[in-house]
Nanobody, 114 residues
């Protein structure tokens, strides 16, 4: 059974940066397109960014130019570098496959506030 472990969240001031990590176990990682998702309080979970096995990336408009997704296939790990954070980036961030959804991990809380 696949397991996702997200980490790296925290409290940051507007304009600050965080780097999230996601480690995947129990299922192949390197051959699949992976994605980051987030869920803000009272809102539905939404797709944020994705990265193919070969490293091609795609982003939602609201994070383009601020967030960078990357992966280390040898470590079964994916990252999300978040810069110029805004209060509306506050959410629990999750990772999962991009083409289908497995059971969610616990996520990592990102809070952007002064």
């Amino acid at each position: 059974q696949v397991q996702f472990v997200e980490s790296g969240g925290g409290l940051v001031q507007p304009g600050g940066s965080l780097r999230l990590s996601c480690t995947v176990s129990g299922k192949p990682f390197s051959i699949y397109t992976m994605a980051w998702y987030r869920q803000a309080p009272g809102q539905q979970r939404e797709w944020v960014a994705q990265i193919t096995s070969g490293g091609s990336t795609d982003y939602r408009d609201f994070v383009k130019g601020r967030f960078t997704i990357s992966r280390e296939n040898a470590k079964n790990t994916m990252y999300l570098q978040m810069n110029s954070l805004r209060p509306d980036d506050t959410a629990v961030y999750y990772c999962n496959y991009a083409r289908w959804i497995e059971a969610w991990g616990q996520g990592t809380q990102v809070t952007v506030s002064s």
